[in-house]
């Protein structure tokens, strides 16, 4: 009976284990603007994997800290912002640090030919959302990290 008991605890602490493990690498976001339709919609829910944003490559969909204060971001890169502080969205990268700016970018972004060190300019799939267009370069310490999968919306009954 105690080998039981033993090993009942032993699971109980395994897979608390691995669960604060999986919620230190990844987390699961709700979209809710259509700025990423047709790809992801309202009440899509995507898995994104925690990281940094400086190895993200250009068509990667990424979740990031919307700006607040565009102006503010072009003077100082600032940290990477707790879960519960920010507004997320969700972008493509279109060009990372030595990319080309996309010429649709250019005015937001001072005119730049070359994406500078330490940024990133996205885009959105709806040419109608937010995005670097009006907001230019986006510091890379403001991605949570790359979305890796989809999880699918079970239909309501």
Same mark, same amino acid.
Do not use: H, Y
């Given at each position: 009976? #105690?080998?039981? %008991?033993? *090993?009942?605890? *032993?699971?109980?602490?395994? *897979?608390?284990?691995?669960? =604060?493990? $999986?919620?230190r690498?990844? $987390? ?10 047709? =790809? ?18 250009a068509g =990667?969909?990424?979740?990031?800290? /919307? ?17 519960? /502080? ?6 493509? %990268? ?12 250019r ?6 030919? $070359?994406?500078?060190?330490g940024? *990133? ?6 040419? /109608?959302? #937010? ?15 790359p ?11």
């Amino acid at each position: 009976m #105690n080998v039981w %008991i033993g *090993l009942a605890v *032993l699971a109980a602490v395994c *897979l608390t284990t691995a669960f =604060a493990a $999986v919620r230190r690498f990844f $987390v699961v976001v709700r979209v809710t603007g259509t700025s990423m339709l047709p =790809a992801f919609g309202p009440q899509d829910r995507v898995l994104v994997r925690r990281g940094t944003g400086t190895r993200m490559r250009a068509g =990667a969909v990424a979740v990031l800290a /919307e700006p607040r204060d565009v102006l503010s971001w072009r003077l100082t890169s600032p940290a990477t912002p707790a879960l519960g /502080e920010v507004t997320w969205v969700i972008k493509r %990268i279109a060009a990372v640090p030595g990319d080309a700016v996309p010429e649709s970018v250019r005015a937001a972004a001072s005119r730049a030919d $070359v994406v500078p060190d330490g940024m *990133l300019v996205v885009l959105s799939d709806n040419p /109608e959302g #937010n995005d670097s267009r009006r907001w230019g370069f986006i510091p890379a310490s403001r991605v949570l990290g790359p979305v890796v999968l989809r999880i699918p919306v079970r239909p309501a009954s």
